[in-house]
């Protein structure tokens, strides 16, 4: 059973910086689409960033392109999410998702209905 731990967030001020993590566990393929994920109060789910673990590639909101940074150790099936320059709008909870497997010419959608693993969420707070 595959399964996302997600550690991180916290409580920052405006233009401060946090780090989140997502460890995966169960089964993995070197091939799969990674999402941090995120939804505010009241507001919708919406992708922030995705990679694929395969061939590196990654997409990235035009709301945090800039200011975050996805990246990924295959070797400890960790898929990281930098959070730079935060705004408080950037307040949320922050999701993990996956999509295991997925081929190795696939595009890593935004669309949170094409991820089958979620993990619990984090909540990241940015003040003013």
């Known amino acids: 059973q595959v399964q996302l731990v997600e550690s991180g967030g916290g409580s920052v001020q405006v233009g401060g910086s946090l780090s989140l993590s997502c460890a995966v566990s169960?089964?993995?393929?070197?091939?799969?689409?990674m999402g941090w994920f995120r939804q505010a109060p009241g507001k919708e789910r919406e992708g922030v960033v995705r990679?694929?673990?395969?061939?590196?590639?990654?997409y990235y909101a035009d709301s945090v392109k800039g200011r975050f940074t996805i990246s990924r150790d295959n070797a400890k099936n960790t898929v990281y999410l930098q959070m730079n320059s935060l705004k408080p709008e950037d307040t949320a909870m922050y999701y993990c998702?996956?999509?295991?497997?997925?081929?190795?010419?696939?595009?890593?959608?935004?669309?949170?209905?094409?991820?089958?693993?979620w993990g619990q969420g984090t909540q990241v707070t940015v003040s003013s």
């Open positions: 998702a996956a999509q295991i497997p997925v081929s190795w010419w696939a595009f890593c959608s935004d669309r949170s209905d094409d991820y089958q693993y």
């Open positions: 169960g089964y993995v393929d070197s091939s799969n689409c």
């Open positions: 990679i694929h673990t395969g061939v590196g590639k990654s």
